[in-house]
């Protein structure tokens, strides 16, 4: 069952780098498009833009939480009291 969650964990962050890379195509994308709607009609060109920026951000949002699970999938549990806080390892 270890190895499936680090598998899974791995396949989380892998997903996570593949949106990310879409995301900043996506949003390079979205300002140009934004502005060639802007030069057709401000209204449609700013409501262009704030839609486009609404996704990017629940993008971002999605990408955080890949992230952070992955990770969380992926490491190690280290069970550290407060007794071993101050003490020196030899």
Known sequence: MKI???IA???L????????LATIRAFFSSLMDASVEFQKSKSDGIAFFLGGLVVI???????KYL?????????KKNNVSLDDIG???S
């Open 9 to 11: 964990g791995y396949v």
């Open 67 to 75: 992230w952070k699970t992955g990770n969380r999938l992926i490491g």
């Open 13 to 20: 962050l892998f997903f996570a780098g593949f949106i990310t």
């Open 87 to 89: 003490k020196v390892e």
């Open 4 to 6: 499936l969650k680090i």
């Open 57 to 63: 951000v629940l993008a971002i949002l999605l990408i």
